[in-house]
């Protein structure tokens, strides 16, 4: 029986109008794919441009994966968002403190999208066995395993965890954006349907 209660993500940026919003739509829009109702993604920034829409050339990107950029209004981060999230991506390291900052117990629960993307990677290598009818329940569990193998899935180069804010710096900065978070987002979303078994 799938449980109730979808898998809760949220993408975390600064102004949640370039790159959480691109994440969480393509996130959703993946998701829904794979089990419809199984997860909610949401998205919130630390220095939220409250009420405001997706910047037009993260609409474009959304759009060319087949997202929506619709019907979106961007949200300062809180501790009750967060107490309402079952894993938190956030797009820097600098993102994860300022989440951590707010609420502590989510450390374990905290990761760069880039990073998590890696962990699963690793995890995927040494075989999924899939979740069956608890979907939800198989992801609650996932944060914890993908924290245990962390070691084994370490960037190069710190900069490699972060996603570039490419607020108000043109086409190329967009461009570099998408180059860094269209992977991690793919890598996750072929995670999700090897553990639903599809």
Same mark, same amino acid.
Request: net charge negative.
């Given at each position: 029986?799938?449980?109730?209660?979808?898998?809760?993500?949220?993408?975390?940026?600064?102004?949640?109008?370039?790159?959480?919003?691109?994440?969480?739509?393509?996130?959703?829009?993946?998701?829904?794919?794979?089990?419809?109702?199984? +997860?909610? !993604? $949401?998205?919130?920034?630390?220095?939220?441009? %409250?009420? @405001?829409?997706?910047?037009?050339?993260? #609409?474009?990107?959304?759009?060319?994966?087949?997202?929506?950029?619709?019907?979106?209004?961007?949200?300062?981060?809180?501790?009750?968002?967060?107490?309402?999230?079952?894993?938190?991506?956030?797009?820097?390291?600098?993102?994860?403190?300022?989440?951590?900052?707010?609420?502590?117990?989510?450390?374990?629960?905290? +990761?760069? !999208? $880039?990073?998590?993307?890696?962990?699963?990677? %690793?995890? @995927?290598?040494?075989?999924?066995?899939? #979740?069956?009818?608890?979907?939800?329940?198989?992801?609650?569990?996932?944060?914890?395993?993908?924290?245990?193998?962390?070691?084994?899935?370490?960037?190069?180069?710190?900069?490699?965890?972060?996603?570039?804010?490419?607020?108000?710096?043109?086409?190329?900065?967009?461009?570099?954006?998408?180059?860094?978070?269209?992977?991690?987002?793919?890598?996750?979303?072929?995670?999700?349907?090897?553990?639903?078994?599809?």
């Amino acid at each position: 029986m799938e449980s109730p209660q979808p898998f809760r993500i949220l993408t975390v940026c600064t102004g949640n109008i370039c790159r959480s919003p691109v994440a969480e739509r393509l996130l959703q829009a993946g998701l829904d794919q794979v089990r419809p109702g199984a +997860f909610e !993604v $949401r998205s919130a920034g630390t220095r939220a441009m %409250v009420g @405001e829409p997706i910047q037009p050339p993260s #609409a474009t990107i959304i759009q060319a994966f087949n997202g929506s950029p619709d019907h979106f209004a961007a949200r300062q981060l809180t501790p009750k968002i967060l107490r309402e999230t079952d894993l938190v991506l956030a797009m820097t390291a600098a993102h994860r403190g300022e989440v951590l900052q707010l609420d502590a117990s989510l450390l374990k629960r905290t +990761f760069t !999208v $880039r990073e998590f993307a890696r962990m699963l990677a %690793v995890l @995927e290598e040494k075989g999924v066995e899939p #979740a069956g009818d608890d979907l939800a329940g198989f992801w609650r569990a996932l944060p914890a395993r993908a924290a245990s193998v962390r070691h084994l899935a370490l960037a190069q180069d710190a900069a490699d965890n972060d996603v570039i804010d490419p607020y108000r710096r043109g086409d190329e900065a967009y461009a570099q954006m998408e180059d860094e978070l269209a992977p991690a987002l793919l890598g996750i979303l072929r995670f999700a349907r090897i553990s639903a078994g599809s």
